[in-house]
T-cell receptor
Framework: DQQVKQNSPSLSVQEGRISILNCDYT??????FLWYKKYPAEGPTFLIS?????DKNEDGRFTVFLNKSAKHLSLHIVPSQPGDSAVYFC?????????????FGTGTRLQVTL | KAGVTQTPRYLIKTRGQQVTLSCSPI?????VSWYQQTPGQGLQFLFE???????NKGNFPGRFSGRQFSNSRSEMNVSTLELGDSALYLC?????????????FGPGTRLTVT
């Protein structure tokens, strides 16, 4: 049972434009949602997170939106840069006491073109 | 501030052997989680330690075990290695700060079982 889904395996965006990465989840008990960027053979790099009590969190070029009623979150990267090209994972954490147990989506490969 | 460190970075073992991986979390982080990453299964949660106690456990056989020391450093042990244990093993340390949850990953240990 895939509780966290990223339905787009890949996305191509032109440099300077907005990249929107999407993620859906099924478990309404998830407490926090996190986004990671990953290069091959490296550990994921934490980008930004959002609590389930919020609907938006912003950090520099990264903004995460959470729509609890739709069980959907998205990561916006503005403006996109070639260095943003990587695989992006969303992850969800279980409620208090099990928060560190992240459930990951399958990833979306972002390609930022010149 | 130093990130999560893992040693060794690469390991080659033969079937039946055992292996111990080490992780040092970010200073001040008391929670350490371990994940296994494989091309077929993606990132899968192994277990989490908090204040020297295993707090959460994923669906892995008992051959996978871990421990945490009083300085929050953690070790993971895999006994009776199987070919299918070849993977990137990632350690992560985390903290909750108000409405923010952050989990940072180390670079991983690439284990190859022959």
């Amino acid at each position: 049972d895939q509780q966290v889904k990223q339905n787009s395996p890949s996305l191509s965006v032109q440099e300077g434009r907005i990249s929107i990465l999407n993620c859906d989840y099924t478990n309404s008990m998830f407490d926090y949602f996190l986004w990671y960027k990953k290069y091959p053979a490296e550990g994921p790099t934490f980008l930004i997170s959002i609590s389930s009590i919020k609907d938006k969190n912003e950090d520099g070029r990264f903004t995460v939106f959470l729509n609890k009623s739709a069980k959907h979150l998205s990561l916006h990267i503005v403006p996109s840069q070639p260095g943003d090209s990587a695989v992006y994972f969303c992850a969800a954490s279980a409620p208090f006491g099990t928060a560190s147990k992240l459930t990951f989506g399958t990833g979306t490969r972002l390609q930022v073109t010149l | 501030k130093a990130g999560v460190t893992q040693t060794p970075r690469y390991l080659i073992k033969t079937r039946g052997q055992q292996v111990t991986l080490s992780c040092s979390p970010i200073s001040g982080h008391r929670s350490v989680s371990w994940y296994q990453q494989t091309p077929g299964q993606g990132l899968q949660f192994l277990f989490e330690y908090f204040s020297e106690t295993q707090r959460n456990k994923g669906n892995f056989p008992g051959r996978f075990s871990g421990r945490q020391f009083s300085n929050s450093r953690s070790e993971m042990n895999v006994s009776t290695l199987e070919l299918g244990d070849s993977a990137l093993y990632l350690c992560a340390s985390s903290r909750v700060a108000g409405a923010t949850y952050e989990q940072y990953f180390g670079p991983g240990t690439r284990l190859t079982v022959t």
